[in-house]
C-alpha cells in the first residue's frame, strides 16, 4: 500500500492553499481520527480551523466538516486514504475530497455527483453529497470560497486514471 500512496501523491504533490487548503486538512485530520481512535487528530483540525476563521466560525465549520466526514465513512466502499497530518502535499482522495466542495460551492452537480462517487467507491452517493452541500454552504458564508479550478484539476485526473485502467 505504501507505493500506491507514494504514486498517488506524486500525482497531487502540489501543496494546496486558501480554502482549498483548509479542507483538505480539515478532511484529513478527521479522517485520521477515526482511522486512529486519536483525539489529537480532530485537535489539530480544530486548531487551522480556529486559526482561519476564528472560534466561532470554526465552531459550525467544523460540525459540518465531521457529519460530513462521518458520512463518508459510514458509506464508503473502500479505505478512504490520507498523509499524515504534517504533509504539506495532499493525496488522491483528499483532492478529491476538495473538489466535492468546490463543486458544491461552484453549482456543478455532475462534478460533485462524479468525484463522491471516485471517493466512495460505491454508488450509494446521495447522503456524502448533502453532507458536501451543507458545508460547502456554511463555508461559503463564512466568505470562504473555493476555486473551481480545484474541481478541473481533479477532474482531469480521474478521467486519465478511468483511461489508464482501460
Same mark, same amino acid.
Given at each position: 500500500?505504501?507505493?500506491?500512496?507514494?504514486?498517488?501523491?506524486?500525482?497531487?504533490?502540489?501543496?494546496?492553499?486558501?480554502?482549498?487548503?483548509?479542507?483538505?486538512?480539515?478532511?484529513?485530520?478527521?479522517?485520521?481520527?477515526?482511522?486512529?481512535?486519536?483525539?489529537?487528530?480532530?485537535?489539530?483540525?480544530?486548531? *487551522?480551523? @480556529? &486559526?482561519?476563521?476564528?472560534?466561532?466560525? /470554526?465552531?459550525? =465549520?467544523? %460540525?459540518?466538516?465531521?457529519?460530513?466526514?462521518?458520512?463518508?465513512?459510514?458509506?464508503?466502499?473502500?479505505?478512504?486514504?490520507?498523509?499524515?497530518?504534517?504533509?504539506?502535499?495532499?493525496?488522491?482522495?483528499?483532492?478529491?475530497?476538495?473538489?466535492? *466542495?468546490? @463543486? &458544491?460551492?461552484?453549482?456543478?452537480?455532475? /462534478?460533485?455527483? =462524479?468525484? %463522491?462517487?471516485?471517493?466512495?467507491?460505491?454508488?450509494?452517493?446521495?447522503?456524502?453529497?448533502?453532507?458536501?452541500?451543507?458545508?460547502?454552504?456554511?463555508?461559503?458564508?463564512?466568505?470562504?470560497?473555493?476555486?473551481?479550478?480545484?474541481?478541473?484539476? *481533479?477532474?482531469? &485526473?480521474?478521467?486519465?486514471?478511468?483511461? /489508464?485502467?482501460?
Amino acid at each position: 500500500m505504501a507505493n500506491s500512496i507514494d504514486r498517488e501523491t506524486r500525482r497531487f504533490a502540489a501543496p494546496l492553499q486558501g480554502p482549498e487548503r483548509l479542507v483538505g486538512v480539515g478532511f484529513r485530520c478527521w479522517i485520521a481520527g477515526y482511522q486512529t481512535g486519536d483525539i489529537a487528530c480532530w485537535e489539530l483540525a480544530w486548531d *487551522v480551523y @480556529a &486559526s482561519e476563521l476564528g472560534p466561532a466560525a /470554526a465552531r459550525s =465549520a467544523m %460540525t459540518d466538516l465531521s457529519c460530513w466526514v462521518r458520512r463518508i465513512r459510514e458509506l464508503a466502499g473502500r479505505e478512504i486514504v490520507t498523509l499524515p497530518a504534517g504533509c504539506r502535499a495532499f493525496c488522491r482522495d483528499e483532492c478529491v475530497a476538495v473538489a466535492m *466542495v468546490a @463543486a &458544491s460551492q461552484h453549482n456543478v452537480c455532475p /462534478a460533485l455527483r =462524479a468525484c %463522491t462517487y471516485a471517493l466512495l467507491g460505491c454508488a450509494e452517493i446521495d447522503g456524502v453529497v448533502r453532507e458536501t452541500d451543507a458545508l460547502a454552504t456554511t463555508l461559503a458564508g463564512l466568505d470562504c470560497r473555493l476555486s473551481a479550478a480545484s474541481i478541473t484539476l *481533479v477532474g482531469e &485526473s480521474l478521467v486519465a486514471d478511468s483511461a /489508464a485502467r482501460h
